[in-house]
């Protein structure tokens, strides 16, 4: 079982950089895929990037790639999510997940944190 936490949202300008962080607890931590989702206003949540077990592999959806950069430290049961050059487009809630199943499949998720807002104005 593993239980995550977000952090490091906030409101920035266009142009900007926000790190959002996840902190879980649990002992496998290690074992976990890890994935950012985020949930803007009327829209269906999407996976916005992700990150094998071993930190080997990652996945970015094509409006994050070259933005967005995902990263864990399995010493701080941590995942990060630095995101630079931030456009409205990005505002959303942002989720972080774990699954031991298939990291760029959404459904096989099945643990989540409460999300964190990420507000970009132009």
């Known amino acids: 079982q593993v239980q995550l936490v977000e952090s490091g949202g906030g409101s920035v300008q266009t142009g900007g950089s926000l790190r959002l962080s996840c902190a879980a607890s649990?002992?496998?931590?290690?074992?976990?895929?890890l994935g950012w989702f985020r949930q803007a206003p009327g829209k269906e949540r999407e996976l916005a990037a992700a990150?094998?077990?071993?930190?080997?592999?990652?996945y970015y959806a094509d409006p994050v790639k070259g933005r967005f950069t995902i990263s864990r430290d399995d010493a701080k049961n941590t995942v990060y999510l630095q995101m630079n050059s931030l456009k409205p487009e990005d505002t959303a809630i942002y989720y972080c997940?774990?699954?031991?199943?298939?990291?760029?499949?959404?459904?096989?998720?099945?643990?989540w944190g409460q999300g964190t807002q990420v507000t970009v104005s132009s």
């Open positions: 990150i094998s077990w071993s930190g080997s592999m990652t």
């Open positions: 649990g002992r496998t931590f290690s074992d976990y895929g």
């Open positions: 997940a774990a699954t031991l199943n298939r990291m760029t499949t959404a459904s096989t998720y099945n643990h």
